[in-house]
């Protein structure tokens, strides 16, 4: 059912018309002049407008002004007269979305009617789905009140609408795979795939097959053909995470493919072209992997046409209130509750490292949302790392001379002793996968 207002100060033509559209089931509004239509758009916002165009107190262009400064979204059709058809198509052209001869018969407006909102309904079903991809791929790790990641977003702003290479850098955690997707979601590849791997997650034997594909009989299991990564994401974005990851005999038929723009599936004969933007992350600094002979350089300088940095969360300290309550609301949503933040708990937040990044606070809110037993989360309701905090000013334990990479070290050299060395404990612990763990263990030379 929809919001309908019709405006025509001839009350018989008004009437019948506003009887035929409620037996269609729409809730209709009826207005005698443009007055009377002006204070009814002030008053409530319709769906749509259908005006007569010429009236005792005004005309329909009127009408179709004061709906668009009440409520931009209001639609409006316009009756006319044969005669009137030239200010009709001036209707057009100020917003108006279709004009109608009066006196014909009705059922030619009324498809004109139901085109017009199911078009309108449609436009709310794509604005509904774009703000769930705001939620889901963007607006955790695109919160950017910190001139940080006011400059990262800067920049994905100028870069999303092209087709560049991007190399995105940055600690795990930081919201490399969020930002990828929101380049993919804003450029004009968004409604084609966004198909991502971890170079590091999958075994060196599986991952050629899983980038470029096989044909049936290309080795051992191989019964049917199947479609690599590349050719998955024709037309749309592939997402390369930890690309540092990926064995040098694979970054040299990466590199050949994305010179050439085409793929050749084991056990084939011949190469398949693809339209592909590419994407590739890493946590770690790759001119140092280039000079250690482990990452190729031409690769390098393939992957990096843009180059984006992405601070971690230490860094942005700015963002971790709206991010915090973000991340609450989510979480209460969830839970079917009303919840929010005690400003001993953000004190909290604001002081601990977050050697886990973003991932490790959405964690803890998490954590903190389901055991809060009122509706305030405290300071005890975040674990109990968090709630015990690292004191970043001067204390006993960090002198203030001490560094942000010391201060991180402790905290994980505290949480193994605390776990017995437990590296599954600890890394729930610090909201941080193992793998993450181990990298940092032989990033400061801890002993595992």
Request: glycine share 8%; aromatic share 6%.
């Amino acid at each position: 059912m929809a919001q309908l207002l019709v405006v025509d100060d001839e009350s018989s033509a008004r009437s019948t018309l506003a009887l035929l559209l409620r037996k269609r089931g729409h809730r209709v509004v009826e207005a005698d002049g443009v007055t009377t239509a002006t204070k009814r758009l002030a008053e409530e916002v319709f769906d749509l407008a259908v005006t007569d165009l010429r009236m005792p107190d005004g005309d329909g262009l009127d009408v179709l002004r004061a709906a668009k400064a009440h409520a931009p979204t209001t639609e409006v059709i316009l009756l006319t007269a044969y005669a009137e058809w030239k200010s009709a198509k001036e209707a057009i052209r100020l917003g108006a979305l279709d004009y109608f001869e009066k006196g014909q018969e009705p059922d030619e407006l009324f498809h004109g009617i139901d085109k017009v909102l199911t078009g309108r309904a449609l436009r709310r079903e794509n604005d509904n789905l774009r703000a769930q991809l705001r939620e889901r791929f963007g607006l955790a790790g695109l919160i950017a009140q910190s001139p940080a990641m006011q400059t990262v977003l800067d920049l994905v702003a100028r870069v999303a609408p092209t087709d560049a290479t991007l190399l995105i850098q940055g600690e795990s955690g930081t919201g490399k795979e969020v930002i990828a997707k929101a380049v993919h979601h804003a450029s004009a590849r968004a409604e084609r795939p966004f198909v991502a791997v971890n170079c590091g997650a999958v075994p060196e034997t599986l991952l050629e097959s899983e980038l470029f594909g096989y044909v049936r009989g290309a080795f051992t299991g191989a019964t049917v053909n199947k479609l690599g990564l590349f050719e998955e994401a024709n037309g749309g974005t592939l997402f390369l995470d930890e690309i540092a990851e990926m064995p040098g005999v694979l970054q040299v038929k990466l590199l050949r493919a994305l010179q050439n723009g085409e793929v050749r599936r084991l056990g084939a004969t011949q190469s398949a072209t693809f339209n592909v933007r590419v994407i590739a992350a890493t946590h770690g600094n790759l001119t140092t992997l280039i000079s250690q002979g482990s990452f190729r350089e031409d690769l390098f300088y393939r992957l990096n046409v843009i180059q984006l940095v992405l601070p971690p969360l230490r860094d942005r300290r700015e963002d971790i209130p709206a991010l915090a309550e973000h991340f609450l609301a989510r979480a209460a949503r969830k839970l079917g509750r009303q919840l929010r933040l005690a400003p001993s708990t953000l004190e909290r937040l604001l002081r601990y490292p977050w050697p886990g990044n973003v991932r490790e606070l959405e964690n803890a809110i998490e954590r903190a949302a389901i055991l809060t037993r009122g509706d305030s989360v405290e300071a005890e309701d975040l674990p109990p790392h968090v709630s015990a905090g690292l004191q970043l000013g001067p204390s006993p334990l960090l002198p203030r001379q001490i560094s942000l990479a010391e201060a991180e070290r402790a905290h994980i050299l505290q949480t193994l002793e605390r776990f017995g060395r437990n590296h599954s404990g600890a890394a729930e612990a610090l909201g941080i996968g193992r793998t993450t763990l181990w990298r940092k263990l032989k990033e400061y030379g801890i002993d595992r």
